[in-house]
């Protein structure tokens, strides 16, 4: 189970994740991702309640980075402990700039 | 007459199920309904879940790829318990013989524009569990994965 909410202020775009980023959820986040980019020079996921990721999850992400380094930036926000965990284990942590 | 329970085996669970991503749900219920009862922590059981999702997506993309049908995927739990307790999954699958520990590891050095989109379930699964064997017999591929919880 994954809740998108989805943020446009201006050309900031921010995805406030909910639940899990899984094989089952990330298709969801990567339609969301590629649709609404046009026009947009940052964007911020917010982390606060997701609760789990897996590599799935870690792909998209990886492909928003990408997406992102072409037009602006990429932020990820308020990652759990466990989350960090993984991102330091895959080398995420120096792919992305997390605050 | 007495009856003889071989309490040993009471902690084994076995699921078997068609081998498909959509039932990657459904195993994962499955192994944490485990887990709670043995009350184990959030993070160990987020990484057994990271490592069970890898895996079974892993046979539900590529173990039956030849077949018409998908075939089954059978998951196995039970602990080992000394001083320690110990979970211990197996999967098993008569799909094309695979041996996911041969897979060599992603550089995850590289910068995210020289990083390949995925590559990494294994190598997160490798790394979070305390170890991981894998055998071919009978037709079959068996992966076990070891986790202390306690």
């Known amino acids: ?99 | 007459m007495l009856i003889f329970i071989r309490v040993t085996e009471i902690m084994m669970k076995e699921l078997t199920i068609e081998a498909k991503t959509d039932n990657l749900d459904s195993v994962i219920d499955f192994i944490n309904a485990q887990l709670e009862e043995l009350e184990c922590s959030m993070k160990i059981r987020m990484q057994i879940d990271i490592a069970v999702e890898e895996l079974f997506v892993n046979i539900a993309s590529y173990a039956y790829q030849d077949d018409d049908r998908p075939g089954t995927a059978t998951v196995i739990f039970d602990t080992e318990k000394d001083e320690n307790v110990t979970a211990m999954i197996t999967f098993i699958d008569c799909g094309i013989p695979f041996n996911p520990l041969e897979r060599e590891d992603p550089d995850t050095s590289l910068s995210a524009d020289k990083r390949p989109i995925g590559g990494l379930g294994i190598f997160i699964s490798k790394k979070n569990m305390d170890s991981m064997r894998y055998e071919y017999k009978e037709g079959k591929n068996i992966l076990t994965i070891y986790k202390q919880l306690f």
């Open chain 1, 1 to 99: 189970m994954l809740n998108i909410t989805k943020d446009l202020n201006g050309t900031e775009l921010s995805f406030a994740l909910e639940g899990r980023l899984d094989t089952v959820t990330a298709p969801q986040l990567e339609s969301e991702v590629k649709s609404s980019v046009d026009g947009v020079d940052k964007m911020v996921v917010d982390c606060a309640k997701l609760e789990y990721i897996s590599s799935a999850g870690l792909r998209v992400l990886l492909l928003a980075q990408k997406i992102m380094n072409e037009k602006g930036s990429l932020v990820v926000r308020n990652v759990s402990e466990e989350v960090m965990e993984i991102f330091e284990v895959t080398g995420f942590v120096d792919i992305l700039t997390i605050e």
